[in-house]
């Protein structure tokens, strides 16, 4: 009887101590408002193919046609819904867009392929290195806002420079960065390397 007294004041002895210890535990902080992982949506685009948005059917997009194919991308990137994309938005949604392999990191193969696809133009070098700021060999997204919120990336998109971009802009700077010939037209070949560096995802 006795052993069973002392076994029965070990255990709550040893329960008053777990509780007491979980009480003390801090809150974690809330997670940063963009501070998420993007999920890229189906590209019905990639899936219907060039002509389904060819609307006049000249063997061209021009930068109307892609609107109206892009609509349901942007509200991929409108995290916030208020129709608009601040500077945060925008590079949180590219980040997700290069972290191709969904590991909220973005290593140097991810960077070298977004850099020929999507932002050589912008990057003051092309350097990995260069945005790696703690060398670990990964670009997380401070790392990654840090690196880009001084280029022209998305000063480029904001047209009318009032530190936000809309749905127009949003389109016309996409749109550009897949017209390689700068004509005002996407091709069916455009189009098509378009859709080869999508369907990397």
């Known amino acids: 009887m006795k052993k069973l007294i002392l076994l029965f004041t070990f255990l709550f002895t040893l329960s008053s101590s777990f509780i007491a210890c979980r009480d003390n535990v801090e809150e974690a902080e809330p997670i940063p408002e963009y501070d998420t992982e993007i999920e890229p949506i189906d590209d019905e685009v990639v899936i219907n193919g060039f002509e389904d948005y060819d609307l006049d059917d000249d063997g061209l997009w021009d930068s109307d046609e892609f609107g109206e194919a892009y609509d349901e991308d942007w509200t991929v990137w409108d995290v916030d819904d208020d129709t608009y ?117």
């Open 85 to 201: 994309l601040d500077d945060n938005e925008f590079y949180t949604t590219y980040y997700g867009w290069v972290d191709t392999d969904d590991d909220d990191l973005i290593d140097e193969d991810e960077w070298n392929e977004g850099y020929t696809n999507l932002y050589g133009d912008y990057a003051a070098v092309g350097d990995f290195g260069d945005y790696d700021l703690d060398d670990d060999g990964f670009l997380d997204e401070d790392e990654w806002y840090e690196g880009w919120s001084d280029s022209d990336w998305f000063n480029d998109y904001d047209l009318d420079d009032d530190g936000l971009v809309d749905n127009d802009e949003w389109d016309d700077g996409l749109f550009g960065l897949w017209d390689e010939d700068d004509d005002g037209y996407w091709d069916e070949d455009e189009y098509n390397a378009y859709t080869v560096y999508y369907d990397t995802w």
